[in-house]
Antibody, heavy 121, light 107 residues
Framework: EVQLVESGGGLVQPGGSLTLSCAAS????????MTWVRQAPGKGLEWVSA????????YYADSVKGRFTLTRDNSKNTLHLQMNSLRAEDTAVYFC??????????????WGQGTLVTVSS | EIVLTQSPATLSLSPGERATLSCRAS??????LAWYQHKPGQAPRLLIY???NRATGIPGRFSGSGSGTDFTLTISSLEPEDYALYYC?????????FGQGTKVEMK
């Protein structure tokens, strides 16, 4: 059974940093691209960032480019999203998502339950 | 980026009724469209990929159709567990984008 478990969310002040992690199990992690999607309160889903299966290619939404960094550790089946210079508009539930391909293709076949990030003073 | 517009925003139906949800793209996405079900506090679930293919374990009452710019998700006979938010998503153009969602609520 595919499982994606996010952690690391919480309350952070504007301008602060936070690192989200996603622990994956139930599939060959190193064979698939991974993605983060977020949902702000009362809003729809927004793609945030993606990483290829080897970790050598990363992609970011314009809204987070230069502030967020996505990495993966294929030896530990984990995904990490380093978020810097956080803004109020980054407040959202962040979902870890498995892509059904080696390179990000936007085929989101499994999702985690999400972790809440709140940016507020 | 491609904008997806879902309609209606809310659908109020009784169990056993047929639900028809629409998703319109601002430009052609070919058949690269997926549908997800999302219940509060749960992980979103992939229902349909590439416009008309049911994902693993999805009941036959869910079906998808369409191509180009107009797509439909149909739930043939609503079960109590089907009341949820439904999102469409395109992967034809990068970045992938989502519709704003349709809420299926019990009448």
């Amino acid at each position: 059974e595919v499982q994606l478990v996010e952690s690391g969310g919480g309350l952070v002040q504007p301008g602060g940093s936070l690192t989200l992690s996603c622990a994956a199990s139930g599939f060959t992690f190193s064979s698939y691209a991974m993605t983060w999607v977020r949902q702000a309160p009362g809003k729809g889903l927004e793609w945030v960032s993606a990483i290829g299966s080897s970790g050598s290619s990363t992609y970011y939404a314009d809204s987070v480019k230069g502030r967020f960094t996505l990495t993966r550790d294929n030896s530990k089946n984990t995904l990490h999203l380093q978020m810097n210079s956080l803004r109020a508009e980054d407040t959202a539930v962040y979902f870890c998502v498995k892509d059904d391909g080696t390179g990000p293709a936007g085929e989101f076949d499994y999702w985690g339950q999400g972790t809440l990030v709140t940016v507020s003073s | 980026e491609i904008v997806l517009t879902q309609s209606p925003a809310t659908l109020s139906l009784s169990p056993g009724e047929r639900a028809t949800l629409s998703c319109r793209a601002s430009q052609s996405v070919s058949s690269y469209l997926a549908w997800y079900q999302h219940k509060p506090g749960q992980a979103p679930r992939l229902l349909i990929y590439d416009a008309s293919n049911r994902a693993t374990g999805i009941p036959g009452r869910f079906s998808g159709s369409g191509s180009g710019t107009d797509f439909t998700l149909t739930i043939s006979s609503l079960e109590p567990e089907d009341y949820a938010l439904y999102y469409c998503q395109q992967r034809s153009n990068w970045p992938p984008t989502f519709g704003q969602g349709t809420k299926v609520e019990m009448k």
